[in-house]
């Protein structure tokens, strides 16, 4: 049995790809580093990722991150010697509509403005790197080609090996059970081993996250979501070379593996985890083959890879994946005790983020600060209607089924709403409110002009926003007449002592 320390300055919990990235970048910076793993490994939801590597997200900074990612698996088989299965293919997504096409033009613009070079291509541009593909309905794509693949688990071993050269201890077979915190400060964890002392930790323990911070009394707000993709035998015309490809408008993703396709997809009606909490002991686990739930996604990759139809089918991965309620990974320091910080609820693309995730929560938790502005991502967005874990649910489960849909400026969620009402709600509702939603408050965006026939109901777009004209009116009104706005949906700070104001 593996020495136990009694004691670490920084203890990771989780050894996913997340925990063995923070634990790798901690011991570079010279950090004493104990990482524990109750099972093996990547053993949780890392070893049946499908290993796409893409970089793009709508915010510069967590796809500067995703960049990150990117540099460091190129260089972490040749620093550690062992093989990761990186390949940097390049990644396609295409656009069938006019709208997503503007989406993937802005996405372009902004890609290049922070470093990546993202080519616009036609069709048939498209169709010459990716040459399985039907392209009858796709209006055009985007290429970046520094996005790529990878193998999950092989990149997880890789980087543990890579923190234990860099002096980081990695324990198997330890399970945390509880915490020791005195005055709202981490000073020890307590183990199926025996206690551990340490200054800082880091939870990223994957789906069990949420039961496990709610002992230190953290809230983690995330769902464990079902998540499939198919393994097909050979294909021919499938090259070890050809790039990712997502389809959003198909909500399919691709990828070569072994000569045949990886095939998966983001269902508009996904399956939540539903038995209680994940038990401790789903290792190296999957679910049962949901092939009824999947085939909608078959038909719609179906129109798009006609050689699917003939190609067999090596395996069906049906796998359990955490998920937040905005789509977006939770890292930082938990706003309830000091020096515990958490990295949790990847969504579907901790493959890619772990080694950007891994190197920001590593220098957060020894320097004290983030690298960078990272609210998106930071575990501080959440409030109070993220403690309800049914309204969690709800919520997350629609974030999920837009995984793939256009980011919409100034979309709203429509999931669980109401949840927050001020006392004005009815009344402003019948005055033609429009409402918009802040940490679970109701609180109007506009009004329609309901003696015009105007209905309250937002219309997106890329271009001018369906409440322009009703805007407009409110801010005539401000200006010429009077206006009351109800603030019960903004925090109030109240500041007491001797020099406080009145
Ligand atoms: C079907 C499927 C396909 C996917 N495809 C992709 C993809 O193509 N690209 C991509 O980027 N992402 C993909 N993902 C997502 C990716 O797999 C996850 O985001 C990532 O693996 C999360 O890593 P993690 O380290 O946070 O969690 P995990 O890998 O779950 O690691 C958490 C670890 O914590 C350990 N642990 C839990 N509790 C304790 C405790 N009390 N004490 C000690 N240890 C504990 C667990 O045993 C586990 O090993 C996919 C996910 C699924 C389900």
Partial sequence: ??????????????????????????????????????????????????????QLRTNANITKLLGYSVELYDRLEEETGYATGWRRNGGLRLACNADRWIEVKRQATSARSFGLEMQLLSAKEAQALWPLMNVDDVIGAAFLPTDGQANPSDITQALAKGARL??????????????????????????????????????CAGLWTQPLAARAGVAVPLSAVHHQYLVTEKINGVTSDLP??????????????VGGLVMGGYEPNPVPWS??????????????????????????ALGRVPALAEAGVKQMINGLESFT??????????????????????????????????????????????P?????????????PHRDPNWVRVRTLQAYARHYSIAWPFEEFTSGRPLRRSPLYDRLKAKGACFGEKMGFERPNWFADLSA??????????????????????HRACREAAALFDQTSFAKALIVGKDAEA
């Avoid at 990712?244 to 593996?257: A, F, G, N, S, W």
């Avoid at 038995?275 to 085939?295: I, M, Q, T, Y």
């Avoid at 001018?464 to 409110?474: L, S, T």
């Fill in 1 to 54: 049995m593996t020495d136990l320390p009694r004691s670490a300055q920084v203890v990771v919990i989780g050894g996913g790809i997340v925990g063995c990235s923070v634990a790798y970048h901690l011991a570079k910076r010279g950090v004493e580093t104990l990482l524990l793993e109750r099972h093996q490994l990547s053993s949780g939801s890392t070893w049946h990722a499908a290993g796409l590597i893409g």
């Fill in 166 to 203: 860099a002096g980081a201890k990695l324990v198997e077979g330890v399970a945390v059970t509880d915490f020791i915190i005195e005055n709202d400060r981490v000073r020890g964890v307590v183990t199926n081993r025996g206690a551990v002392a340490c200054e800082k930790l880091v939870l």
């Fill in 244 to 257: 990712t490809l997502r389809d959003p408008d198909r909500l399919t993703y691709y990828k070569e593996e």
């Fill in 275 to 300: 038995s209680g909490a994940v038990p401790e002991d789903f290792a190296f686990r999957l679910l049962e083959d949901d092939w009824d739930h999947f085939e909608p996604i078959m038909d719609l």
């Fill in 325 to 370: 309620p905005d789509g977006n990974w939770m890292i930082g320091e938990a706003p309830e005790v000091r020096n515990f910080f958490v990295g949790a609820g990847f969504n579907a693309f901790g493959i890619a983020s772990a080694g950007g995730a891994g190197m920001a929560l590593a220098e957060w938790a020894a320097d004290g600060e983030q």
């Fill in 372 to 384: 960078f502005d990272l609210w998106p991502v930071d575990i501080r967005r959440f409030g109070a």
């Fill in 453 to 474: 026939g105007e209905e309250p109901r937002d219309r997106y777009s890329f271009g001018r926003p369906g409440w322009f004209e009703a805007v407009g009116r409110e």
